[in-house]
Structures are given as structure tokens and as C-alpha cells.
């Protein structure tokens, strides 16, 4: 619609200067044959819906009222299929009505003044045009376009003016609304063809599933003949007798019995053969524990009898004993504590010539237990065979060694090897010390031309 369906009001100086064709054209005007508003301008009552402009019933039927409030009641008042009508023709025939006045208007205003109800009471407080145009401008502001436009358009205060105001702009809403409509037609035809192809793929997926639902029943009736071929089979074979099968139980009993006995028996074997294997382990264990302490053993014999040869060659070599392999006893005093008296005579002269003091003491056999803590502390070396001293003496030996910080050494054997063995493994021990303290020590800054 390019222009509103009646003339916009004038002024009055402007109502004046038009000439009187105009005026005499004016009035043959079909709004302004038909009965005015102004009219009821000074009336306190609202206006009726009979009593608006003509052109004024389009947009408030269209405004204020739904297509499917309209679909239920215009049919009550007229010749319309409610099913088969379009909404131009529901839209049409209530317009009709409203023009027409009467049960058809009466009961449309009924439903609007329902529907609108708090619009009403809220424009009510209006007492003149101005306060009526700022409530439908709040409305404007707040898009709550319907209620107001009828609140407004059967308002007592609403004159012609107000009435073309709030028209001009619902028709200039009407073309906002129909540029967004287009955007939303856009939008409507891109998801149309989205859900066309969606369709399609649905069908696909359907058609597939169909075929496969048909491939699977063939393959189950399939299935089903071949169980119905395999039953008539199976009752067509004649019946097996009893007593063979009782026989072949019993066989088979005897067979499972058998099998039971030769079961146990392996199992019991294998149970003694296991019992074995533990202890032949053991006993391999123990041999090889053996075997290590014989060998350790052996490597010590070796070593004693080494060392017990040298003292010999040396002694052979040189008469002096102090070549003899005793050279780390000369000048100390060394405390022999238990062993045999043969031995320990003989090892007391080997010391005596290597220019030692050898003091011997039985462990308490003989002499004094009381002599030996006197006998330690003046001592270099003290040193004891542990399989010829009693647990008491070898005791109370550690502790006063320990009390004095005298060194003791064990010896394996009361033997002349043994003792002759640890005076050239601590000689040995004592000259590498030595070397190593050498050859650690810093050069001598001292300069034989310079000092």
C-alpha cells in the first residue's frame, strides 16, 4: 500500500483556503460518507468497531487479531468452510463483518476487548491526545505493537489526527517487516533445500535398510529350511540300540576308571620326583657351600705354605733371620696368646733371632688370666690362633686391645705357616702404605743453588 486508504487531516486555516470543488469532492469521499469519529469525539464511551473508518478495519482485523482466533469465529457469522477457507478469505470475510456492524462486529470487538483487556485499563488513564500518543510511542519503544493499536484506536480521546499517526507508522512497520520477511524467505529457502536433501538421504539410508531387512529374512527362512531338512533327516535315521549303548557306557566307565588309576600313579611320581629334585638342591647347595669353603681354605693353606717356603729359602739363603720372612717384627713386642707349646717355642726363637720380643701367654690354661691384661697394653702386636684359645680369653683379649687401641690379629691355626703367613702379609701391607704416602707426598721446593 503506497498511501494511507483516506485523506490526512488539515488544518483549519488550510480547510479554509480550498475551494469549494474540493470541498463538494470531499464530501462525496466515501470516509466521509461514512460515520466519523469526530463525532464521537466529546463522548466519554470508547468506539466501537463498527464505528471506525472503513479503511481502518483492514489493518486492525489483520493487527489484533491471529489468523487462527479469526478461523473459529468468523465462520460462526458466515458461509465459510473452516477446513478449505484461506486466510485471505477468513481475513476478507472478517473485515466485511467489522464494516457491516452487527452479531459479526459486535462479537469481534467482544474478542479483542477480551484479549486486550490490560491495554485498555492501562490507556484508559489517557485524558487527552497527547497522553494517548506517548502511551502508544511507549508501545512503539517496547514492540508491544496489537494491544496498544486497538487501546488506541477505540480510545475516546483518539481523533482522526492520532488515529492517521499510529496508522502511518504500523504501515511503515509493515514494510520493515516485510524487507525481514525476505531475509527470512532466504533463510527459509536455504533450509528447504538442506531438508530436501536430508530427505533424499533418508530415503536412501531407508532403501538401504529395506533391502537389508529383505536379505536378512531370506537368509532366515533359509536357515529354516535347512533346520526342517536337518530334522526330517535326523527322524528318518533309525533309533540306536539300548543295550550297545549301555555297553559303550560301561566301556567307557572302565576306560575313564583306568585313565583315573594311571592318573594317580603319575602324579605320585611326579610328586617324589620333586620331593628329589628339593633335595638334590639341598645337597648341591651344601656342596657348593663346601666346595667355596674349600677352596678359600685351600687358597690360605697355599698362601701359609707359600710364605712358610720363602721364610725357608731366605733362611737357607741367609743365615741371618731377619731375611727370614720375620722382618716386620724386629724391634717389637709381639703377644702370643694360646696355641701348642711346640710351636710356640719355635715361634718364640724365630722372633728372638729377627730381633723381636715374642711374650707368650697359654689363655689361662697355665698362667694367670690376671697376667695377660698386664701383658697387653706394653704390646706392638698382639695376635691369637682361634683353635687354640678358649671364648673367655679371646673376649677379654679384644676388649683390652680395644681399651689399650693395641692392634690383634687372628690366625687361623696355631701353626708356625699361619703366624710366619701374617707377619709378611702386614710387612706387605705396611710397605705399600708406605709407598703410596711417597708418592703422594709434593716435591721439595728446596733448590740446591738457590736453597
Known amino acids: 500500500m503506497q498511501a494511507p486508504p483516506f485523506r490526512l487531516a488539515r488544518t483549519a486555516d488550510a480547510s479554509r483556503d480550498e475551494n469549494s470543488a474540493a470541498a463538494r469532492l470531499r464530501a462525496a469521499d466515501a470516509c466521509c460518507a461514512a460515520p466519523s469519529s469526530a463525532s464521537f469525539a466529546g463522548s466519554k464511551r470508547r468506539t466501537r468497531l463498527a464505528e471506525l473508518d472503513p479503511n481502518l478495519h483492514c489493518s486492525v482485523i489483520g493487527t489484533c ?27 476478507h470475510t472478517a473485515v466485511e463483518l467489522a464494516i ?10 467482544k474478542a479483542l476487548d477480551e484479549r486486550y483487556a490490560g491495554a485498555i485499563r492501562r490507556f484508559d488513564q489517557a485524558r487527552d491526545e497527547d497522553a494517548v500518543l506517548a502511551l502508544w510511542n511507549e508501545a512503539l519503544k517496547n514492540g508491544d505493537i496489537p494491544p496498544a493499536y486497538w ?22 512497520l509493515s514494510h520493515l517487516v516485510g524487507a525481514a520477511n525476505r ?11 538442506e531438508n530436501a536433501a536430508l530427505r533424499d538421504k533418508l530415503e536412501r539410508q531407508q532403501s538401504r535398510l529395506h533391502e537389508i531387512s529383505t536379505q536378512r529374512d531370506a537368509a532366515l527362512a533359509q536357515l529354516g529350511e535347512q533346520i526342517v531338512k536337518l530334522t526330517a533327516e535326523a527322524s528318518r535315521q533309525p533309533s540306536l540300540d539300548t543295550a550297545s549303548l549301555a555297553d559303550e557306557a560301561r566301556a567307557l566307565q572302565a576306560r575313564l576308571a583306568e585313565a583315573d588309576q594311571r592318573l594317580a600313579l603319575h602324579t605320585s611320581r611326579r610328586e617324589a ?8 638342591q639341598a645337597t648341591a647347595e651344601a656342596l657348593r657351600e663346601s666346595r667355596d669353603q674349600a677352596l678359600a681354605l685351600l687358597k690360605v693353606v ?3 705354605c707359600q710364605a712358610l717356603e720363602r721364610a725357608t729359602l731366605d733362611a737357607l739363603d741367609q743365615p741371618d733371620a731377619r731375611r727370614a720372612g720375620l722382618a716386620g717384627v724386629a724391634g717389637k713386642r709381639v703377644v702370643y696368646v694360646g696355641g701348642r707349646p711346640g710351636s710356640n717355642a719355635a715361634l718364640k726363637a724365630l722372633v728372638t733371632s729377627a730381633g723381636g720380643e715374642l711374650v707368650l701367654h697359654d689363655g689361662g690354661l ?24 678358649d671364648h673367655d680369653s679371646m673376649n677379654t683379649l ?40 711417597v708418592s703422594a707426598r709434593p716435591p721439595s721446593a728446596f733448590c740446591l743453588r738457590h736453597g
Open 151 to 172: 487501546a488506541l484506536m477505540t480510545h475516546p480521546c483518539a481523533t482522526m489526527p492520532v488515529r492517521q499517526a499510529a496508522f502511518g507508522e504500523l504501515h511503515m
Open 366 to 389: 697355665e698362667d694367670r688370666k690376671g697376667l695377660l691384661a698386664a701383658a697387653l697394653p706394653g704390646a706392638d702386636l698382639v695376635v691369637f690362633p682361634v683353635d687354640c684359645i
Open 183 to 193: 531475509a527470512d524467505i532466504r533463510r527459509l529457502v536455504a533450509l528447504e533445500e
Open 273 to 280: 620326583a620333586e620331593q628329589r629334585a628339593l633335595q638334590e
Open 65 to 91: 487479531l491471529t489468523t487462527h482466533e479469526l478461523r473459529k469465529l468468523v465462520p460462526k457469522f458466515a458461509g465459510l468452510d473452516r477446513q478449505h477457507a484461506t486466510d485471505l478469505e477468513i481475513h
Open 398 to 437: 679384644k676388649r683390652v686391645c680395644e681399651r689399650h687401641q693395641v692392634v690383634y690379629h687372628p690366625l687361623r691355626t696355631a701353626s708356625v705357616a699361619s703366624f710366619i703367613d701374617l707377619i709378611a702379609r702386614l710387612q706387605t701391607e705396611r710397605s705399600a702404605s708406605q709407598s703410596a704416602a
Open 302 to 304: 697355599q698362601s701359609e
Open 100 to 109: 457491516a456492524g452487527g452479531p459479526g462486529s459486535k462479537a469481534l470487538h
